[in-house]
C-alpha cells in the first residue's frame, strides 16, 4: 500500500498483536488474495510465523478487478485452497464474501475508478502527487492527507471532553 511505504512490515504485526495481548482482544487481520502475488508457500509460512497461537482471525478477502489487467481475481477454489492451507498451519481463517463488484463498487473498485480521474484531470496548485510507480492504483490513497487536527489529551482547559488543537 502506498501510504505504507515508510512502516516496516514487521513492525506493524508486532504493534498489532501488542495491542491484542495488551487489551486482551481478538484483533482481524484483512489479507487480500492477489494470485502469483501473495499466495505462495512461504506466505502461508510466514503468516503462520507471525499468527499461530494468536488471538488473531484472518479475512481472507478476494480481490475485486478493477481496469488493472496485470492482477487478477482469484476464483474460489484458489481461495478455499489458500483458506485450507493456512488453516494447516494453524491460524483461523474466514472467507469474506464480497459484495458490489457486479456495480463496480466493491472494495477497491470505487478508488481505482477514482485515481483514474483524478490523474487523467487537470492538477491544481498544490495537490499532491499520486502514486504512480505501482502498476496498479487499486487502493492507493496517497491523495489522502491525515487530519492535522492533534488530541491532546481528554479534556480541554474548560474541564469538557474532547478538547483539541490545531
Known amino acids: 500500500m502506498p501510504h505504507m511505504k515508510g512502516y516496516d512490515i514487521n513492525e506493524v504485526v508486532?504493534?498489532?498483536?501488542?495491542?491484542?495481548?495488551?487489551?486482551?482482544?481478538?484483533v482481524t487481520i484483512a489479507y487480500l488474495l492477489i494470485p502469483g502475488v501473495n499466495d505462495r508457500a512461504n506466505d502461508v509460512k510466514q503468516l503462520g510465523r507471525w499468527f499461530?497461537?494468536?488471538?488473531?482471525?484472518?479475512?481472507?478477502?478476494?480481490?475485486?478487478?478493477?481496469?488493472?489487467?496485470a492482477v487478477r481475481r482469484p476464483n474460489k477454489q484458489e481461495l478455499v485452497a489458500f483458506r485450507d492451507k493456512l488453516n494447516k498451519v494453524g491460524l483461523t481463517v474466514?472467507?469474506?464474501?464480497?459484495?458490489?463488484?457486479?456495480?463496480?463498487?466493491?472494495?477497491?473498485?470505487?478508488v481505482s475508478r477514482l485515481n483514474n480521474r483524478n490523474m487523467s484531470a487537470p492538477k491544481k496548485k498544490g495537490a499532491s502527487e499520486l502514486d504512480t510507480?505501482?502498476?496498479?492504483?487499486?487502493g492507493s490513497s496517497s491523495r489522502l492527507k491525515p487530519s492535522k487536527r492533534r488530541y491532546v489529551n481528554n479534556k480541554s482547559k474548560n474541564g469538557k471532553k474532547g478538547s483539541s488543537h490545531k
Open 14 to 26: 508486532q504493534s498489532v498483536l501488542s495491542y491484542s495481548e495488551r487489551h486482551n482482544r481478538s
Open 52 to 69: 499461530r497461537d494468536k488471538n488473531v482471525l484472518i479475512n481472507l478477502l478476494q480481490y475485486n478487478e478493477t481496469d488493472c489487467k
Open 94 to 110: 474466514k472467507i469474506r464474501e464480497s459484495r458490489g463488484g457486479n456495480i463496480k463498487a466493491a472494495c477497491g473498485q470505487l
Open 133 to 138: 510507480g505501482s502498476s496498479n492504483n487499486a
